[in-house]
Nanobody, 122 residues
């Protein structure tokens, strides 16, 4: 099995910064895509940013120019640097690992982390 552990959430004032980190552990052979999704109360979970094993990236329009996603393939970690935070960024942020292949397996699976709270408020 694979476990995703997120860290770095918290409370910050508008305009501030936070850095989220996620580490995937388990018998992992490879992870094609890692990313961050968020869910605010009453809203559906939405994409924030994803990054491929080749470091291609995709961002939600609402975070372009403010958030930066990066990953370390050797450590199976993904990081989200969030700058110029706005109150509308308040949500639970979930790490996602997609197209995960386990050692000795030819199957692909997808995994979610439990989430970390980000609150932007004055």
């Amino acid at each position: 099995q694979v476990q995703l552990v997120e860290s770095g959430g918290g409370s910050v004032q508008p305009g501030g910064s936070l850095r989220l980190s996620c580490a995937a552990s388990g018998n992992i052979a490879s992870i094609e895509r890692m990313g961050w999704y968020r869910q605010a109360p009453g809203n559906q979970r939405e994409l924030v940013a994803v990054i491929t094993k080749g470091h291609g990236t995709n961002y939600a329009d609402s975070v372009k120019g403010r958030f930066t996603i990066s990953r370390d393939n050797a450590k199976n970690t993904v990081t989200l640097q969030m700058n110029s935070l706005k109150p509308e960024d308040t949500a639970i942020y979930h790490c996602h690992a997609d197209q995960v292949r386990l050692l000795g397996s030819s199957l692909w699976n997808s995994y979610w982390g439990p989430g970390t709270q980000v609150t932007v408020s004055s």
